[in-house]
């Protein structure tokens, strides 16, 4: 497993937190790095997982209103909270990082499998892909053919 894909997990197993717990961004991230998560992951994988996490919680609304959009008789709150919170973070990912959207799936689509059920993976790929041709009609961008950078 990659470590991009390694600390997009840590950063699910954080919103996870955050979406139960109701805990502060800033302890949330301190308490994980400090007692939960595996400690061989590198400096560049954790900074990329805090980032996910703290632009995630800081632009929720938007990201809940993209992802309410698209889910057809959806309300965000009936959702899995696995399966809302990858939704969040891939939206996130979409709007705010320099990763492909093409990848972006992907490895939502993979994390969801290790993470929920099979039909939860077609309900996010569902949303997902509907998100990304929204995306890709208000802001196109080169899309990179090879994997995560």
Excluded at 21 to 33: C, G, H, P, Q
Excluded at 82 to 105: C, G, H, K, Q, W
Excluded at 130 to 147: F, H, M, S, T, V
Aim: aromatic share 8%; proline share 2%.
């Amino acid at each position: 497993m990659g470590l991009r894909r390694k600390a997009r997990e840590c950063a699910l197993q954080m919103l996870f937190a955050a979406d139960i717990s109701k805990a502060r961004t800033d302890e949330l991230v301190r308490t994980y790095w400090t007692e939960l998560a595996d400690a061989d992951l590198d400096e560049e994988a954790r900074q990329f997982a805090t980032r996910l996490v703290t632009g995630v919680l800081a632009h929720l609304p938007e990201l809940d209103e993209r992802i309410r959009r698209r889910a057809e008789h959806w309300r965000i709150e009936r959702m899995a909270v696995v399966d809302r919170n990858i939704l969040r973070m891939s939206v996130y990912e979409f709007l705010y990082e320099s990763t492909p959207r093409a990848v972006v799936i992907n490895e939502a689509l993979e994390i969801a499998r290790r993470f929920s059920t099979f039909e939860a993976t077609q309900f996010i790929n569902g949303i997902l892909d509907a998100i990304k041709r929204d995306l890709d009609l208000e802001q196109p961008r080169a899309e990179e053919a090879e994997g995560d950078e």
